[in-house]
């Protein structure tokens, strides 16, 4: 069982920054970690998505403002969001896939103010 706690959100004007946060715990055999989004009214999508050995690969709406980064000794992952638009208000939630089942965070709510 693998818990995950998220935190960092909030409200930020647009070209502000906010640094996310996702602890997991319950294994040390985590290998993809990840960030999703979901907007009201739209489906959840892939942010960001880092392995342990830290290959990265981002959605193309947030390359070059978004940063994805791990501390693998402390199973936690960051977003780094700069340069953050109105388009990015949602709720991001810290992704874990492992032994063919999803985990996933209480979620974050992001809001960018135009």
């Known amino acids: 069982q693998v818990r995950l706690v998220e935190s960092g959100g909030g409200l930020v004007q647009a070209g502000g920054s906010l640094r996310l946060s996702c602890a997991a715990s319950?294994?040390?055999?985590?290998?993809?970690m990840a960030w999703y989004r979901q907007a009201p009214g739209k489906q959840r999508e892939l942010v960001a998505v880092i392995t342990r050995g830290g290959s990265t690969n981002y959605a193309d709406s947030v390359k070059g403002r978004f940063t994805i980064s791990r501390d693998n000794a402390k199973n936690t992952v960051y977003l780094q969001m700069n340069s953050l638009k109105f388009e990015d208000t949602a709720a991001y939630y810290c992704?874990?896939?492992?032994?063919?089942?999803?985990?996933w965070g209480q979620g974050t709510q992001v809001t960018v103010s135009s």
């Open positions: 319950g294994s040390n055999s985590i290998n993809r």
């Open positions: 992704n874990v896939p492992l032994l063919g089942y999803n985990y």
